[in-house]
């Protein structure tokens, strides 16, 4: 009777068990899926806050390129690159390359830079940093992001692709250098990567 109750018991246990395992691996993946789809809509939005329609005829979401490299673009993983042409001809080009070094990891950057090497926009798509310190990078939190409009390899040059506390002429953040400096960097690292790759970019 006892080892009835007690095999009854252990049972119900493995039940529970198994059951609260299946709710918090369904949960997970209900949330990422949420977490998936939120970036890939402020990723469309925000591609033509980059470059206004009005100034490219292909489909911006379908022209896309994959490219590969850690060392300049921050992940070994395959950078997306979305390519707007008129006419035939390239326009500019939005890279999804990665600052690896923020306080908190990650930094998913979203770049336009049109064919001369010329930013004309950057925006955050995901990030870590800490809310009221390195999340100043974000759009929602301040304008510090809109700096680097304009700015190219030659505007500043190399010795200028630094934040203020390195000799460089970007901004920091107050008690929150890191994470400017790990966008400041990556972002030196894009343009340099968008010259040595331009036409591989636009082949095809
Ligand atoms: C809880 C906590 C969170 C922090 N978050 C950040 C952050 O998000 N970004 C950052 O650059 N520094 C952050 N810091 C500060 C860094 O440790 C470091 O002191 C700072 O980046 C150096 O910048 P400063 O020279 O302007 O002080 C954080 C520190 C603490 C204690």
């Known amino acids: 009777m006892l080892i009835k109750r007690m095999l009854h018991a252990a049972l119900l246990l493995t039940f529970f068990a198994v059951l609260s395992g299946v709710l918090v691996a369904v949960s997970f993946q209900m949330t990422y899926q ?3 789809a939120n970036e890939r809509a402020y990723l469309l939005r925000t591609l033509n806050v980059l470059i206004p329609y009005q100034q490219y005829d292909n489909d911006l979401f379908t022209d896309i390129r994959e490219v590969q490299n850690e060392a300049l673009l921050g ?3 395959p950078v997306m690159i979305y390519r707007a042409r008129q006419a035939g001809q390239p326009i500019a080009a939005v890279l999804t390359p990665v600052a690896p070094d923020g306080y908190n990891g990650h930094i998913r950057l979203l770049v336009g830079i049109n064919y001369e090497g010329i930013l004309i926009g950057v925006r955050v798509l995901s990030h870590k940093e800490t809310p009221g310190l390195g999340d100043n990078i974000d759009m929602r939190r301040s304008n510090w992001i809109l700096g680097f409009n ?14 203020k506390r390195d000799g460089g002429i970007f901004d920091q953040f107050t008690s929150a250098t890191i994470t400017a400096r790990a966008v400041v960097k990556a972002l030196h690292n894009t343009l340099l990567f968008f010259k040595q790759s331009r036409d591989e970019i636009f082949a095809d």
Not at 150 to 163: A, F, M, N, T
């Open 75 to 77: 992940t070994d993983e």
């Open 34 to 36: 949420q977490i998936k």
């Open 150 to 163: 304009g700015r190219s390899l030659i505007h500043p040059d190399e010795s200028g692709w630094k934040v």
